[in-house]
């Protein structure tokens, strides 16, 4: 009989649960992970919610911190009992997509045209890692050895969060003196201002209401806060840029306000970074974008993952460049996913990260 293990299983809209499911089974090139610390994520909440599907039956969750348990007979280069993790998007390598430089894009062709997050595997097309273990597919490009001087939750974001936030502002390509506005100061928002500030942004405006967030953004970075609630974050950019805009604006959010107001805060020539997950058709104003005439460049990305790209933010991490560990915010035991989840997707608490270890 198959070892058992506990796992965060999406049953139907609005349910995920805590159930048995098998220890999974690993091939050649792959590699079998314990889990020892993971979290809940955006696009988790928006499974939950039916806001994006996924097939019933499937383990939840795209960011494993843990330890080699089982290595396959094709994976060289790593040992048993190695701290490790994976990005939430994996890459096999070899792809067309991968070969092109777009590893996140990996195995998105399909017969009928080209499909989107193909690289995200993790808890969309197979078992993710809310779970006691996860098997982690093309081992050789995705296992990233933790280094011995830093703790599971140091480097529990730069698997999807602390990736996607600096690719913002990588995307968007901010550069040195840059002014730049980041829309919405949740932890992909908050990762985003750091990895602005990295990247040489003298002036970076955080659009975010909630107090905790706004001295977050602060400590990572953001030199002004605009408050939407007090103020349309148009015209409060618009004000303190003197009416010149901003180089970048990066939407961290996934709404129409925020992406047309991201839209808005250009100054010619500049370019919107979109991070957020949309879950409805967007318009683009006809004003906005200027009938099409302003140089303006809008630009999409998902998460890049694979190993090297890994090491990067854990070295980021190790140098202490940017401390994350405030975003951890809460934590609970596997056994509590459950309520941890009520807690994330209602935004109850001050919640900004959860960490959850089995």
């Not at 992909?188 to 990247?199: D, F, N, Q, R, S």
């Not at 959010?253 to 991201?262: R, S």
């Not at 949309?278 to 009938?291: R, V």
């Amino acid at each position: 009989m198959a070892q058992k293990m506990k796992a965060a299983i999406f049953v139907e809209k609005g349910r995920i649960v805590l159930d048995d499911k098998p220890v999974p089974d690993i091939g050649p090139t792959d590699a079998l992970v314990r889990i020892t610390t993971t979290t809940i994520c955006g696009t988790d909440v928006h499974i939950l919610k039916g806001e994006y599907p996924v097939v019933k039956g499937l383990t939840i969750g795209h960011e494993p911190v843990g330890v080699i348990e089982k290595l396959g007979s094709g994976v060289t280069g790593y040992r048993e009992g190695q701290r490790v993790i994976a990005g939430a998007i994996t890459p096999s390598g070899w792809s067309n997509a991968c070969l092109c430089g777009c590893g996140a894009q990996d195995g998105a062709g399909t017969k009928h045209g080209w499909k989107a997050i193909g690289g995200w595997k993790f808890g969309n097309t197979i078992d993710g890692c809310q779970a006691e273990y996860v098997r982690v597919p093309d081992a050789m490009a995705n296992l990233a050895r933790i280094p011995d001087d830093v703790t599971d939750e140091q480097v529990l974001m730069c698997p999807d969060i602390m990736s996607t936030g600096f690719s913002g502002a990588e995307t968007g390509g901010v550069k040195i003196g840059d002014t730049v506005a980041v829309f919405a100061q949740g932890p992909i928002g908050l990762c985003a201002t750091a990895g602005a500030k990295l990247m040489g942004a003298t002036t970076i405006i955080a659009v975010e209401s909630v107090p905790a967030r706004i001295a977050m953004a602060k400590s990572l970075g953001a030199s002004h806060v605009v408050d939407f609630k007090a103020e349309n974050p148009v015209d409060g950019i618009m004000r303190l840029t003197d009416g010149r805009g901003v180089d970048v604006a990066i939407e961290a959010l996934g709404t129409q306000p925020t992406f047309e107001a991201a839209l808005r805060v250009l100054r010619p020539g500049g370019t919107l970074s979109s991070l957020g997950v949309y879950s409805t058709d967007l318009k683009i104003p006809l004003d906005a974008f200027a009938a099409g005439l302003a140089d303006t460049s809008i630009r999409t990305t998902l998460c890049p993952g694979g190993k090297e790209r890994m090491r990067r933010m854990m070295e980021v991490v190790a140098s202490g460049r940017v401390d994350l560990g405030g975003l951890v915010t809460h934590r609970f035991k596997l056994e509590q996913i459950e309520a941890a989840y009520d807690l994330f997707a209602n935004q109850r608490d001050g919640v900004l990260k959860v960490a959850i270890t089995p």
